[in-house]
C-alpha cells in the first residue's frame, strides 16, 4: 500500500519510497496528542527559473510559495508544528542536496521537507519541474519523495499533492489536500439571502462562483469523480434537482417530477442520484437512473423521509424520517427494504452521511435548544458528539474519513443583526477544530474525492 | 381615492389586530398554565423588548399577533402560524383559510400559490419538506372550502426566508408560516 504511487502526471520518478521506516510515525486516532516538530524548507529555484517564473506567474519566490502551502495544511491537521523558517540554519538548496541533520536536531525537528523548482520547456511551452525530499531528521536518511512538472498555474495543486504524500507516509493514512470543497457561497440580510453555488480548493483558495444569485441554490454534492453536481434550485421558482458539468458548465434537470424534488446526492459509482420527492405534503425517497433515465421510488410511509446518503458499497441507504413522530436516522437495504431504526439517544437526528470508510455514520443533532454533530456506528451504537453550539449542521466527509466539515450559523441580536453563516471543520476525534475561511458567508459543504490528475 | 382606501385598508387592519389582541389577552390567562420553560421565554423577550408582551403574541408557540401579516385581499389575512415542527392548522387558522377561500370563491379568476416555511431551528433538508407539508395543509383546507385545486400551486421555501431575523421564540413563530400569495 505505502509503496503504490499514484501520481501520473509525473515525468520523471527519480526517487523510490523506501521500505518501511518506523520512527516517524503519527497515530492519528488519538485525541490529544503532541504534534510532531517538522521543518518545511522554502524550495529554491536557479535565478534563470526565478526570472521565468516571475514572468509566466508574477510570483517573486515560487519555492516559498509552495513550502508555504505545505506548511499550512500540515499545521491544520494539528497533528504536525510547523517550525518558524527563522530558526532553519541551513540554506534551501544545500538542504536539499544533502541536509546536515545536526543542524535540524538542533531545532529539534524530526522530519525535513525540502525542494527545488525549475522552469524547462516542453515543445516550446513553459513548465514547472518540482522536486522534493521527505527526510528523517533523527534517522539521518531520506524516507520519500518525488518529482512532478506540470503547467505553472498548477503549482498550488503541487504543493497539496506533496502535503498527500507527506501525510500519507507519516500516518499510513491516504491524504485529503489534494481535493475542492463545493459549497453555497451566502450574502445579503438574513431575510433576503443571496446564494451561489461556489467551488474552492480545500485551503480556501482559488474560489469560483458557478452561479449568478440569480436563483436560491442549495445542496450540492460532488459525483464520485468531481466534474458533475447535483444541487437544489430554485429557476422559475420550481425547486427541482439538477445536475451541473463543472467543466463544461452545462446543466439540466434530474428530478422533474410534479412536486418538489430535493436533498439529492450521487450514489458510490455515480451513475445515480438519489433524492427526495415531496408532493401533497409528503416527502418520500426516490433514485433516478442516469444511464437509463428511469426512477423508482425507495420507501414508502406518509410521513417525511429526506436526507439519503449511501454506503460506499452501495448496498446501503441512511436517511432521516419523522416516522416515529420525531426526525430520526434510518438504514435501509438500496432496494427499500429492511427499513431500521438507528438513532435512539435524546433528541432528534438528522442528515446522516455514510462516512466513506463505511463504518460510521456522521449526523447532526438537536436536543434541548442546541445543536450538534456527532458520529455513530451504522447500527446506532458508539453514539460521539463532536461540537455543540447554537446551530449547525450538513457534516460531509474527508475523502480519508478523517475530518468532517460542516455549517455553522449565529444567533442574532435582539434587534435580529449578527447574522453569519461560516464553514467549520473538526476531527473525529472531537479535536483540532477549525474556522475554513471563505470569501462570503458559507453553508452546505460538500467534500471532493482526491482529484487525480 | 388611493388615499382613503389605503386609510380604509389601514382601518380595517388596526381593528383586526385589536381583535386578535383582544382574543389573545383573554387566552393568555390559560397559557400561564403552559410548562415552566415558556414563562422563562417570555420574561426573557419581555425584557429585551418591553413592547412586545409574548403572551399576547403567541398562544402554546403559535404566533398570535398581527406583525408581518399581510392580506391576500381587504380583510382577508394572507398567513397562517403553525407549532414547532407542526403542520396542524389552529382554529384561528382556519378561520383566516375560510376567509381565504371566501374571497377565492367569489373571484374565481385568481389562482393562489401558498408559501410553506419552516423556523432556523431544524435542519435544511428537513425543513423544506416540513414548509411543504404545511402549505399543503393549507391548500387542502381551501379545497374543503371549495377552492379547485388547480388554482393553489404550493411552494416551500424552508428555512430560506425567514420574515424576522430575529433568533428567539418569538421570531421563530413568525416565520413558522404559509402564506397565500397572488399569482396574477
Known amino acids: 500500500m505505502r509503496n503504490k504511487i499514484l501520481l501520473i502526471f509525473v515525468l520523471c520518478f527519480f526517487l523510490k519510497p523506501g521500505i518501511s521506516y518506523s520512527l516517524v510515525e503519527i497515530d492519528i486516532t488519538r485525541g490529544n496528542l503532541d504534534p510532531l516538530p517538522i521543518s518545511v524548507s522554502p524550495f529554491f529555484s536557479d535565478e534563470i527559473s526565478k526570472e521565468k517564473i516571475k514572468k509566466n506567474l508574477d510570483i517573486d519566490n515560487l519555492g516559498l510559495e509552495i513550502s508555504e502551502v505545505i506548511q499550512n495544511n500540515l499545521r491544520k491537521t494539528g497533528l504536525f508544528e510547523t517550525l518558524e523558517k527563522e530558526s532553519f540554519l541551513q540554506k534551501p538548496d544545500i538542504a536539499h542536496l544533502k541536509p546536515r541533520f545536526e543542524d535540524w536536531a538542533l531545532i529539534k525537528s524530526q522530519v525535513l521537507i525540502t525542494g527545488k523548482v525549475t522552469s524547462i520547456i516542453i515543445n516550446e511551452k513553459d513548465y514547472i519541474k518540482i522536486e522534493f525530499k521527505l527526510w528523517d531528521v533523527l534517522g539521518a536518511k531520506m524516507v520519500d519523495g518525488f518529482s512532478l512538472t506540470t503547467v505553472p498555474n498548477n503549482w498550488r495543486r503541487v504543493g497539496h499533492k506533496i502535503s498527500d504524500k507527506v501525510y500519507e507516509r507519516l500516518t499510513g493514512e491516504s491524504g485529503y489536500f489534494d481535493t475542492r470543497i463545493i459549497y453555497v457561497a451566502e450574502e445579503g440580510p438574513k431575510t433576503q439571502r443571496i446564494k451561489k453555488l461556489a467551488i474552492m480548493d480545500q485551503d480556501g483558495f482559488n474560489t469560483k462562483y458557478l452561479t449568478l444569485g440569480n ?61 427526495s420527492l415531496a408532493k401533497d405534503g409528503n416527502s418520500e425517497i426516490w433514485v433516478r437512473n442516469l444511464e437509463t433515465n428511469i426512477q423508482e421510488k425507495i420507501t414508502d410511509h406518509p410521513s417525511i423521509d429526506t436526507s439519503p446518503s449511501y454506503s460506499p458499497d452501495g448496498k446501503y441507504i441512511t436517511f432521516n424520517s419523522d416516522r416515529s413522530g420525531y426526525q430520526q436516522i434510518y438504514v435501509m437495504r438500496s432496494d427499500g427494504s429492511k427499513v431500521k431504526r438507528i438513532s435512539f439517544g435524546k433528541g432528534i437526528y438528522g442528515t446522516p452521511v455514510w462516512s466513506p470508510r463505511g463504518d460510521l455514520i456522521a449526523f447532526t443533532k438537536l436536543h434541548k435548544g442546541k445543536f450538534f454533530i456527532g458520529v455513530m456506528r451504522t447500527d446506532g451504537t458508539g453514539e460521539r458528539l463532536l461540537t455543540e453550539n447554537f446551530y449547525q449542521e450538513a457534516p460531509s466527509w474527508s475523502p480519508n474519513g478523517r475530518i468532517i466539515i460542516f455549517y455553522r450559523e449565529t444567533k442574532t441580536n435582539d434587534k435580529g443583526e449578527g447574522f453569519s453563516a461560516k464553514l467549520w471543520s473538526i476531527d473525529l476525534t472531537g479535536y483540532n477544530e477549525r474556522l475554513v475561511i471563505t470569501e462570503t458567508d458559507a453553508s452546505d459543504p460538500s467534500w471532493s474525492s482526491l482529484l487525480g490528475n | 381615492m388611493n388615499l382613503s382606501k389605503i386609510l380604509k385598508n389601514a382601518f380595517l387592519v388596526v381593528i383586526f389586530g385589536l381583535i386578535i389582541t383582544a382574543c389573545a389577552t383573554k387566552k393568555s390567562v390559560k397559557t400561564t398554565t403552559e410548562p415552566t420553560t415558556t414563562s422563562t421565554k417570555a420574561a426573557e423577550t419581555q425584557k429585551a423588548d418591553p413592547i412586545e408582551k409574548l403572551d399576547a403574541l403567541m398562544q402554546g408557540d403559535v404566533y398570535i399577533g398581527s406583525d408581518t401579516v399581510g392580506e391576500l385581499a381587504s380583510g382577508v389575512p394572507d398567513r397562517v402560524f403553525f407549532a414547532t415542527n407542526e403542520t396542524i392548522l389552529t382554529t384561528a387558522s382556519r378561520e383566516t383559510l375560510r376567509k381565504q377561500a371566501a374571497w377565492l370563491r367569489q373571484n374565481s379568476d385568481v389562482t393562489v400559490v401558498v408559501e410553506g416555511h419552516a423556523d432556523e431551528r431544524g435542519t435544511r433538508e428537513y425543513n423544506l419538506a416540513l414548509g411543504e407539508r404545511r402549505a399543503n395543509s393549507a391548500k387542502d383546507y381551501l379545497m374543503t372550502y371549495g377552492v379547485s385545486s388547480d388554482r393553489i400551486k404550493v411552494l416551500s421555501y424552508g428555512k430560506e426566508r425567514p420574515v424576522d431575523s430575529g433568533s428567539n421564540p418569538l421570531s421563530w413563530s413568525k416565520n413558522r408560516r404559509s402564506v397565500t400569495v397572488k399569482e396574477n
Open chain 1, 215 to 275: 436563483e436560491l441554490v442549495l445542496t450540492p454534492r460532488f459525483n464520485p469523480t468531481n466534474q458533475m453536481v447535483t444541487y437544489l434550485s430554485y429557476f422559475r421558482n420550481m425547486p427541482r434537482v439538477y445536475l451541473l458539468n463543472i467543466e463544461t458548465g452545462k446543466q439540466e434537470v434530474v428530478g422533474d417530477f410534479p412536486g418538489m424534488t430535493f436533498a439529492p446526492r450521487f450514489s458510490p459509482d455515480g451513475k445515480k442520484i438519489i433524492m
